[in-house]
């Protein structure tokens, strides 16, 4: 680490310990605007022996419990980092050097699994809508959609709880490590939008290295920093698929990809099918082209089908089907009274 960088961090870490309360809403506003401390942060966390990484840590935590939410989501920037070097020292079974980031990662769960009174927060999502595309469909190969409209337009109201009651962990087990993971980058995701380049690039170097290291595949890597092999848990790279998805799309296109690349090869390892399944549909979806823009962004092109306000006239429903059958039964039966008549015509002539 370099003394320019060591002074910035201590600078920052002195800064905010003077702080007064009422100037936090304006220090959280000019954070952003100091370009050296983000790197030099980076620098301190990526080593594990470094002695300011306990303070930074810990200022970390005390910015996240702070109730302006720009303090909360420049600690969060840094959890992909902090899950890489985490994962990493435990999985060299060096529990020592990882006492920090530990108490730091678990703080930050410790805080989201409550809401502001202290009680137990629930999570929940919105049904969607087949009528609306996404990365696994196109509403027009699903065909004519006349008659379920309706029924799921209806659905975009109806909310379905999936997590809630989490509860309070000390420390990390076995048992419990990829349940606190998993939930802590859920609450990256949810944030995504916020967070700066230097972010999405982090997460994507996680998700590279946590999927290769220790794999044949590491050889092909520019990096050669030498890892066990880590255990992954098949919710966790479902996180960590997300969070790339929408880095390709914000500036991160070409390490977002490889780390896509990376994460379907190590599910189709352990045959996890969620993974695999989220991966593959991704990799479909992707253009083939690179983004033109100079930023690395590209507009996601999707075909929308018109909401249908009403039942078309051809839609076939059960009392046209009804109609449609009361119709043949009629012709048929006249095509048979005609026939009777014309054999009864038959028979009188030849009588005659």
Known sequence: ??????????????EFKSLPETHIPSYAGSLHLKKSLVPALYRVIQDP???????????????????????RRFTLQFLPELVWVYLRITASRDRQSNGCIEALLLGIYNLEIVD?????????????????PSIYHEPSSLGSMVLTEGALCQHD????????????????????RFEVLCFLMLCYNAAVVYMPLSSYQSVCR???????????????KLWREPCNRVLLDPEFMVQMLTAVYHAIYNGEWEMG?????????????????????????????????????PRGRKVLQVE?????????????????????????????????????????????ALVD
């Open 49 to 71: 022996n470094n002695e300011l990484l306990e303070p930074v840590c810990h200022q970390l935590f005390e910015l996240y419990r702070s109730s302006e939410d720009r303090l």
């Open 206 to 220: 996680m998700s590279s290295r946590l999927c290769v290291c220790g794999f044949p595949r590491q050889q092909q």
């Open 257 to 293: 990809r490889e780390a896509l690349e990376d994460i379907v090869y190590r599910a189709q390892l352990e045959l996890y099918s969620q993974p695999l399944l989220l991966g593959n549909a991704m990799k479909s979806s992707l253009p083939e082209s690179a983004p033109d823009d």
């Open 116 to 132: 502001k009174d202290g009680n137990s927060r629930l999570l929940s999502f919105t049904i969607p809508s087949l009528s609306k």
């Open 157 to 176: 109201q109806i909310r379905v709880l999936y997590s809630g009651l989490h509860p309070q962990r000390e420390t990390f087990t076995a048992q419990n």
């Open 1 to 14: 680490m370099f003394g320019s960088e060591r002074s910035v961090v201590e600078e920052w870490l002195s």
């Open 304 to 348: 929308v089908t018109p909401t249908v306000s009403r039942i078309s006239i051809s839609a076939i429903t059960t009392a046209s089907i009804r109609r449609h059958r009361w119709k043949r039964e009629v012709c048929s039966s006249n095509m048979s009274f005609s026939r009777c008549n014309s054999c009864f015509d038959q028979d009188e």
